[in-house]
């Protein structure tokens, strides 16, 4: 079945920091990728996407590549912020509604000032 | 406002108790699902409606019953609980179509005692 790895963390990084956290996946088909974001006390909410290989997901200064080849959708930040601090969650989708997302267990980031 | 919301936020519950959590999505969308967010685990799948069937229930407990009375409400009735059943309870949508993205609600913040 489909499953989606990344580092656990926690990860702590200073402000302005270079950020990456790792996600790699196996899966059937071609799936699409995902990056949620929690904070804490709330829900998931999307960060950004990628739908096909060689696609860039971004938003909020987060980017992350769709790269097939090595199956991974590594999580990247120039200049990390202590408002970025939150559980950041890798996930895929390979079916259709039926099937629900598969999600990576969360990298818990800690920035601090 | 994520378009998905759930209530209550927070629920303290006896064991022998019944309760029921509501989340209601105005995207109109398909598909909903009810995940379980425990500590230091895995986001759990527990129940996929698609277009109000249930199509998925991942071996939950009895004591864990869903109800999708239209595609817009979906309900999750508890009953005798118990205290590792304590967790955040995060609802989702998505528009059911293919590889698409699933949004989620802010969570209920369930404590069995």
């Known amino acids: 079945g489909d499953s989606v790895t990344q580092m656990e963390g926690p990860v702590t990084l200073s402000e302005e920091a270079f950020l990456t956290i790792n996600c790699t996946y196996t899966a059937t088909g071609y799936p699409s990728l995902f990056w949620y974001v929690q904070y804490p006390g709330e829900g998931l909410q999307l960060l950004l996407k990628?739908?096909?290989?060689?696609d860039k997901g971004s938003n909020k200064g987060f980017e992350a590549t769709y790269r097939k080849e090595t199956t991974s959708f590594h999580l990247e930040k120039g200049s990390v912020q202590v408002s970025d601090s939150a559980v950041y969650f890798c996930a895929l989708n390979s079916g259709g509604g039926a099937d629900g997302l598969t999600f990576g267990k969360g990298t818990h980031l800690i920035i601090q000032p | 406002e994520t378009g998905v919301t759930q209530t209550p936020r927070h629920l303290v519950m006896g064991m022998t108790n019944k309760k029921s959590l509501k989340c209601e999505q105005h995207l109109g969308h398909n598909a909903m699902y009810w995940y379980k967010q425990s500590a230091k685990k895995p986001l759990e799948l527990m129940f996929v409606y698609s277009l109000e069937e249930r199509v998925e229930n991942n071996s939950v407990p009895s004591r864990f019953s869903p109800e999708c009375p239209n595609s817009s409400h979906l309900f999750l009735h508890l009953h005798t609980l118990q205290p590792e059943d304590s967790a955040l309870y995060l609802c989702?949508?998505?528009?059911?179509?293919?590889?698409?993205?699933?949004?989620f609600g802010q969570g209920t913040r369930l404590t069995v005692v």
């Open positions: 989702a949508s998505s528009p059911g179509s293919w590889n698409t993205e699933a949004f």
């Open positions: 990628a739908t096909k290989a060689d």
